[in-house]
């Protein structure tokens, strides 16, 4: 038999609203954790005796906490890919992509801060995958072996990846005395074209995107030789370096190709490679592999450009670094810029203005690559 509990009793109302009030409390908790301006870096070790994904977290001021890593289950090449976006993150964070190099493979992972999960391990469809796209469920990997080629893939609500029959497209082949040697892929903002750059053959490839399947290759010429990473701006425009000149040059991504905005604004650098645009559309920043810095351009609402600083100096790296992939964190208040040359993250905090301030260097894998952050 049961009694029936009188709540007339203040002591026993109290205990009874906190007991309920426990699980909501709880919630509003875990909330605050999420959004106080913490977050996580992620890079591939590359290692060829297995690939694996380390995990840095951020605090609010920038710092970085080396986590743990996560095996991918392929393999890496042992030594930098020489690419930009080998590691990405899907746009709401729950997911992370992973090229595999020596295994000639994708991995997928389901994202928990600075938990990851393996859901999947994926034929790239090529040899030598080096650079990853990702718009909404689609998900695109550029090869760079043989000739080179693009593939795409659907990304299921588990985590699962299915290749989209048709979708497997080749590079330009145009190069005169030299393959294509790519070294990045990108969807524009839209998701309605993919641009792929050639540093071998100087060109720059444009594909239509749709239904989740790439048309054949609009090819450009690159108004700067050896076109390399890049990053867009505001209405479809591309911000693209050209390492062999230290510039960049940008461009509007139209369905019949690319149309010149500004072209080849030097950074008075050396080796101007990898480059990444601001969420705003605002900021680009060139990362100099030959000078140890990086240097910073201001983008117009029209997409052209202009040198931030005289003598574009924005970062240094240091002699010898090398610096490679880079990457936004919390929402672009934090640049992290990863350098091969003396294995670390370098972070600074970027200013409203453009301007970057060193915060501090973190070790990181012997042979890293790619680099993510949120």
Known sequence: MFTRISLKNNTLRLFLAVLFALPLLAGTVGTAAASDGTGYVYTETNAAAGNAIQVYSRAGNGSLTPGSSFPTGGLGTGASLGSQSAVVLSADGEWLFAVNAGSNDVSVFSVSGGRLHLTDRSSARGSDPISLTVYHSLLYVLDAGNAGNIAGFHVKSDGKLAFISGSDRKLSNKGVGAAPAPEQIGFTPDGEHLVVSEKGSNMIDTYKVDNGKASAPVVNASNGPAPYGFGFSNDNH??????????????????????????????????????????????????????????????????????????????????????????????????????????????FQVHADGTLSFLASYSSPAAATGLAAR
Do not use: R
């Open 238 to 347: 591309l911000v693209i370096s050209e390492a062999a000149i230290s510039s960049a040059s940008s461009y509007k991504v139209t369905g019949k190709g690319l149309k010149l905005i500004s072209g080849s604004v030097a950074d008075t650098q050396s080796a101007a490679c990898w480059l990444v645009v601001n969420g705003k559309g605002t900021f680009a920043y060139a990362a100099n592999a030959g000078s140890g810095n990086i240097s910073a351009y201001q983008v117009s609402s029209s997409g052209k450009l202009t040198l931030l600083t005289p003598g574009g100096i924005d970062g240094v790296t240091g002699a010898g670094s090398h610096p490679v992939d880079m990457a936004f964190g919390s929402h672009g208040q934090f640049l992290y810029v990863l350098a091969s040359g003396n294995t670390t993250i370098n972070a």
